[in-house]
T-cell receptor, first 112, second 113 residues
Framework: KAGVTQTPRYLIKTRGQQVTLSCSPI?????VSWYQQTPGQGLQFLFE???????NKGNFPGRFSGRQFSNSRSEMNVSTLELGDSALYLC???????????FGPGTRLTVL | GENVEQHPSTLSVQEGDSAVIKCTYS??????FPWYKQELGKGPQLIID?????GEKKDQRIAVTLNKTAKHFSLHITETQPEDSAVYFC????????????FGKGTKLTVNP
């Protein structure tokens, strides 16, 4: 069974731009969660989608948004990028909320 | 909501020694506790997990113990090898609910040859 895939793997953007990251979950998994990881901050939860509905949301500004499609693939968008948005963005899929999560390799975003 | 504390933040051991990482959780309703290993440049990988109806679980050189009364759980790695060097994260959640998985802040383990 193929694992979680994320595209692109690396991105360089400038302040003020927007970016869209994509995540394809493991086949059969309906829950997709997104995390931001920065040095010293651990894994900070952004949001979780299940069957195209946002089920949980972390404490991030409205510039961070996401969606999930009927095939469970998910995208997250960050608008008006700031230098502090530079991070590794991780996607994790699971069968349902609270079940074992499996992570993708992440997208490394650098904001200049 | 749930809060997970993880200690130590860094741990250095000699190859062949044992390593122990400890986590405490706040919500007594939490019943699922996974551990993840993250190597440099990769996403976290689920290495072992334990449910609240079990006190200990082993998988080769790694084991996890759970003390529900004290609300803490630990990861034990025996006969450490250089390839065990990574950042380890613990997490907790109440399965069957709608809450999110809550992670500890991670432990950077270094195994010196």
């Amino acid at each position: 069974k193929a694992g979680v895939t994320q595209t692109p793997r690396y991105l360089i953007k400038t302040r003020g731009q927007q970016v869209t990251l994509s995540c394809s979950p493991i086949s059969g998994h309906r829950s997709v969660s997104w995390y931001q990881q920065t040095p010293g901050q651990g894994l900070q939860f952004l949001f979780e989608y299940f069957s195209e509905t946002q089920r949980n949301k972390g404490n991030f500004p409205g510039r961070f948004s996401g969606r999930q499609f009927s095939n469970s693939r998910s995208e997250m968008n960050v608008s008006t990028l700031e230098l502090g948005d530079s991070a590794l963005y991780l996607c994790a899929s699971s069968l349902d909320t609270g079940t074992s999560q499996f992570f993708g390799p992440g997208t490394r975003l650098t904001v200049l | 909501g749930e809060n997970v504390e993880q200690h130590p933040s860094t741990l250095s051991v000699q190859e062949g020694d044992s390593a122990v990482i400890k986590c405490t959780y706040s919500d007594s309703a939490s019943n699922y506790f996974p551990w993840y290993k993250q190597e440099l440049g990769k996403g976290p990988q689920l290495i072992i997990d334990i449910r609240s109806n079990v006190g200990e679980k082993k998988d080769q050189r790694i084991a996890v113990t759970l003390n529900k009364t004290a609300k803490h759980f630990s990861l034990h790695i025996t006969e450490t090898q250089p390839e065990d060097s990574a950042v380890y994260f613990c997490a907790a959640i109440r399965q069957g609910g709608s809450e999110k998985l809550v992670f500890g802040k991670g432990t950077k383990l270094t195994v010196n040859p």
